[in-house]
Structures are given as C-alpha cells and as structure tokens.
C-alpha cells in the first residue's frame, strides 16, 4: 500500500482522545469539539503541530482556517485536500478528520518516499464545517472561497453572544494570512460516508458525485404564557403546539412526494420558554434543515413552508417568524476527478460505487473555485454518524486515504 495505514489510524487515534467524552446514555467515548471551543484550540495546536513536523509551510488565515503547503517543482496552482476538525457536541472519530489526516498521511508517505510533484500540495482544515455552534454550516471555506464575507463571518454569534471573531482571538488563531484562496488546480476530499448506503450495498468505496441543496431556518414562535389548569384550551396561543404542528406538516411535505423522493426535512433544535410542566409555552425557537438534490425542488418546498406558517400563524393567532441561517444550492463534481478516482478504484481491485452527498461538506464550497470531488469510506452500524457509536474500519480508512495518494499524486503532477 502506499501509504502507512498504522501511522494513520495513530493519528486519527490520538486526535480523538482531544475533546473526548462519554456519553451518558451508553457508556460510549464520542468527541465533543465544537468550534473554537477549548477543545478545538487543542485539536488545532496537535494537528498544526503535525502538519509543521511534516515540514510543512503553515499559515493561518483571518477565519481560522489553517493551510500548510508542500513546495513542489514549480510555483504554480496547488493540489488541495483537506477538511474540519470540529465537531458536533456528540460527534465521533471520523467525521472531518478523516479528512485532513488523510491529506496528511499522503504528505507524510510522499516524504518518506523523497518524492516531489510538479504542483505543490496543500493540505488544511477549515473553521467551523458544521455550524453547531455559529449556526453556520462550512463557516471557514465559505469564507475563503468568497461566498461569505469575512466581516459577516466573524460577527456570528453563538448562544452567549460570543463571536466568531472574539473566539478566534481567545483560543489564538485569529491570523493575519489572507482568507481568500487562490483557485487550485483541484481539490480532492476523502470523509465517512455518514449514512448507510455503502455498507449496505458491501462497497469499500464511494465516488461522490455532488451534494444535495442544503436549507437551514431558524423560526421563532411567538404566543402567549397561560395556566396549564385554569386557560381553556380555545383561549390558548400556544408557541409549543405551534412548533409541534410545524414539525408534523415537514413530514407531511416528505409524504406528499411533491418535491421528489428523496426530499429531508428535521426539526433538529427545539427551545421552549418558559418550559415548564404547568404553563403553556409562551415562544418556542426551533430549526427547520431541509435538503434536496433538486434546486427547483429545494426552492419549491421552501415556498410551501414559508405559506404554511403564515396560514398557522393566523389560525393560531401566535406570530411566527423565519430567519434563514445557511442555505447551499446542489453542488455537482468535475466528471474528469470523478472518472479518475474510479479508474483508480477499478485498478485497485476495490469494490466502489457513484453517490451523491446527503450532507454538506467543505468540498462543495471548493467546487466554486476548481475541479473537486471527494471519496467517501463506509461505515459501521448501518452508517451512524454525529455520534459516539460513528466507526469506520482500519483497513476502509486505509483504502481511502491510499485512493487519495493516488489522486492528488496524479493531479499535482499534470501540466
């Protein structure tokens, strides 16, 4: 194999114990590194340290984003890979890391071997990938390829009305380097799959095609507090019931079939005050994430929502509002990278198939910028992923990574 799958799996080892916890419910280690937490700031510090012992020249930009950059035979566009190193607050192992000690593990068995490519290589992690925290999903790529601007950016605030930009400071990695990247030549991205399609399927590998349009709302509900014994319920303006019923018509817009098959849609956070046992819920805060392969699709179910609230609103007498917090439009690969990593696949006996994202990832904000695609490695326990029970194999992870060698190897070295 060309790369050195247990320095890997140390790797990925080792940053996992940076934010571990374990989860009450099943006695289960997870990973707990929301962005720019302290946890984060740990993880930086060791990833950036192994990127600097790799000889790497490192930079850390105005975002956070930190990019260490391989010199080869000529100045021109970079090869990139990389991906995030936070992590929801019950994430697991792979999720983001994967990616950027892949990249690593490539520069590693590239040094080990004297190799030098044409291009140069630049590997990185990027700030906050999953909005967990900022309420902003690829916070840090978004930004370096322009679709957000960075004085936005660091404004974002958290639950305690701390900033992007005053975190980035406290933790250290506030830097000076320009966060708008220059085109590479390409990118490329190995990460779990986090569903169940590869496994199922007895696939070693997937070939990433694109990832769905991605819609995140913020909707605040507005009633009023009652007593839960003496307010009738037809004088009731209630934010919870309100909340509920939202949630109950998204499965409803799932079940219609009106915006295709394979249309999602969560109500992942619900905040409710007063939230007590005995008073009826005077305002509710909750998140509407919908996601769609289709853009026409996407922006249809949005319309519909969007007229189903005011239609509750009124009925229900409360005041309904929604803030739209991230919305990504689908994202399709180059064919030419998705061809290569599948001749690769096929040359190297591993079994694989084409897949389309069900998440977002860094990679779909690259593609504005050059040619990318991204490998996916399956996972265990029917693909489980936000998760302490997250797990992929040794030897999947290594298939992966070494499918990625093969790759940016291929891509830095073209004219």
């Not at 996992?16 to 720019?36: F, I, K, M, P, Q």
């Not at 679709?147 to 005053?166: E, N, W």
């Not at 109500?267 to 046992?277: H, K, L, Y």
């Not at 309904?320 to 991230?326: D, G, K, L, S, V």
Request: one cysteine or more; proline letters at 4%; a negative charge.
């Amino acid at each position: 194999m060309n790369i050195d799958s247990d320095r890997l799996w140390r790797s990925i080892s080792a940053l996992a114990e940076v934010g571990a916890y374990t989860d009450e419910a099943t006695g289960l280690v997870g990973v707990n590194r929301l962005a720019l937490t302290d946890a984060d700031r740990d993880g930086r510090r060791l990833v950036k340290k192994w990127f600097e012992e790799a000889g790497l020249d490192v930079r850390v930009d105005r975002i956070g984003n930190v990019i260490g950059r391989r010199a080869g035979k000529e100045d021109v566009a970079p090869v990139m890979s990389g991906s995030h190193i936070d992590s929801v607050p019950t994430g697991g192992a792979f999720d983001g890391a994967l990616g950027v000690l892949g990249a690593l593990e490539v520069v590693r068995a590239l040094n080990d071997r004297g190799l030098a490519t044409r291009r140069p290589i630049e590997i990185g992690f990027f700030t906050d990938e999953e909005g967990a925290r900022f309420g902003t999903d690829m916070l840090g790529s978004a930004t370096a390829v322009g679709r957000l601007a960075l004085d936005d950016a660091l404004a974002l605030t958290d639950r305690d009305d701390l900033t992007v930009g005053g975190e980035l400071e406290r933790i250290g990695f506030k830097g000076d380097a320009p966060e708008r990247l220059a085109p590479p030549h390409a990118y490329v991205e190995v990460h779990i799959e986090q569903g169940p399609i590869l496994a199922a399927n007895g696939r070693d590998l997937g070939v990433v095609t694109g990832v769905q349009a991605i819609s995140w709302q913020e909707v605040t509900i507005v009633g009023k507090s009652a007593h839960a014994g003496t307010t009738p319920m037809s004088l009731r303006r209630d934010a919870g019931l309100a909340a509920a019923r939202i949630n109950l018509h998204l499965m409803e817009m799932i079940q219609s079939g009106k915006y295709g098959g394979d249309m999602r849609a969560t109500m992942g956070q619900i905040d409710v005050a007063p939230n007590r046992v005995n008073i009826v819920p005077s305002r509710v805060v909750c998140t509407v994430d919908l996601r769609n392969p289709y853009d026409d699709l996407m922006t249809k179910a949005e319309r519909d929502l969007a007229a189903f609230l005011e239609h509750l609103a009124a009925q229900m007498g409360v005041e309904i509002t929604a803030r739209q917090t991230a919305r990504t439009a689908s994202v399709e690969f180059a064919g030419r990278i998705v061809d290569l990593l599948e001749r690769n696949m096929t040359a190297a006996d591993l079994n694989h198939e084409r897949i389309l994202s069900g998440a977002g990832h860094d990679a779909q904000e690259l593609a504005s910028l050059c040619p990318t695609a991204m490998i996916f490695v399956p996972g265990l326990y029917d693909g489980i992923s936000h998760n302490p029970r997250e797990l992929s194999t040794q030897e999947a992870c290594a298939n992966g990574v070494s499918m990625l060698y093969e790759a940016l190897v291929a891509l830095a070295d073209e004219p």
